[in-house]
């Protein structure tokens, strides 16, 4: 192998402290108080809303408008769902916002020295994610971006996963063939069947060690970064 991609969320990164948490100091800064436990219960919900929105119509994921467009109105889902005596709408734009910050995300434990040691070995890594354009800012801040060749957000590049477009821009970035190439990613639509398309070797991580074998039930499973060195 001479190259690695990676999708971003729940592969490299995730929310600092939680989802949850980042919402409720938006909220306690403008002197409304929600008990933690109120969001963290009700965040399925959000997820679930999300999922509906995702399976209907993927094509949000092209566009900046359309990215931040759905993200904004699941806050404000969230936000009524916890019953904020309020604008929802208002503070569901809020809460996007924050998380454009670097510091509202963290590497997992074991990105940075699995990062460290495929450099060691000359692999070239890419990043490509379903994700609106604030990702690069992201990336810099949390000085993540002097490990990758490129990063490609659907938003900035208006293609998003599983179009095998993406994955093609990836390799013309590195030069290497698909062959040669892995990807790393937690969605079995997105992640493995866009790799699957353009012919490069697909593996799923699931940080949580559950996977749905009826999805995916021949790619490689890992549970840690460190866990893919086994596939090199």
């Given at each position: 192998?001479?190259?690695?991609?990676?999708?971003?969320?729940n592969?490299?990164?995730?929310?600092?402290?939680?989802v949850?948490e980042?919402?409720r100091?938006?909220?306690?800064?403008?002197?409304?108080?929600?008990?933690?436990?109120?969001?963290?219960?009700?965040?399925?919900?959000?997820?679930?809303?999300?999922?509906?929105?995702?399976?209907?119509?993927?094509?949000?994921?092209?566009?900046?408008?359309?990215a931040?467009?759905?993200?904004?109105d699941?806050?404000?889902y969230?936000?009524e769902?916890?019953?904020?005596?309020?604008?929802?709408?208002?503070?569901?734009?809020?809460?996007?916002?924050e998380?454009?910050?670097?510091?509202?995300?963290?590497?997992?434990?074991?990105?940075?020295?699995?990062?460290?040691?495929?450099?060691?070995?000359?692999?070239?890594?890419?990043?490509?994610?379903?994700?609106?354009?604030?990702l690069?800012?992201?990336?810099?801040g949390?000085?993540?971006?002097?490990?990758?060749?490129?990063?490609?957000?659907?938003a900035?590049?208006?293609?998003?996963?599983?179009?095998?477009?993406?994955f093609?821009?990836?390799?013309?970035?590195?030069?290497?063939l698909?062959?040669?190439?892995?990807?790393?990613?937690?969605h079995?639509y997105?992640?493995?069947?866009?790799?699957?398309?353009?012919?490069?070797?697909?593996?799923?991580?699931?940080?949580?060690g559950?996977?749905?074998?009826?999805?995916c039930p021949?790619?490689?499973?890992?549970?840690?970064?460190?866990?893919?060195?086994?596939?090199?």
């Open positions: 192998m001479k190259a690695i991609f990676f999708d971003v969320g592969t490299l990164l995730f929310p600092y402290p939680s949850e980042v919402a100091e938006v909220l306690i800064k403008h002197k409304i108080e929600v008990d933690l436990s109120r969001l963290k219960d009700t965040l399925p919900k959000v997820n679930d809303y999300y999922e509906e929105i995702y399976w209907r119509d993927d094509s949000f994921w092209k566009t900046e408008e359309g931040s467009g759905v993200w904004t699941m806050y404000r969230w936000m769902l916890v019953g904020i005596d309020g604008d929802s709408c208002y503070f569901g734009k809020l809460i996007y916002q998380f454009g910050k670097p510091e509202r995300w963290r590497p997992f434990s074991d990105v940075i020295p699995a990062l460290n040691k495929m450099r060691k070995r000359g692999l070239k890594l890419g990043v490509i994610s379903n994700w609106d354009s604030r690069k800012h992201i990336f810099q949390l000085k993540l971006d002097k490990y990758f060749k490129f990063i490609f957000a659907s900035a590049v208006g293609i998003a996963k599983p179009d095998p477009k993406i093609e821009l990836g390799l013309e970035k590195v030069g290497s698909p062959e040669e190439t892995l990807h790393v990613g937690d079995w997105a992640d493995v069947e866009g790799a699957e398309k353009v012919g490069l070797k697909p593996i799923l991580i699931n940080r949580w559950k996977f749905n074998e009826a999805n021949t790619c490689p499973k890992i549970s840690t970064l460190e866990e893919l060195f086994v596939y090199l």
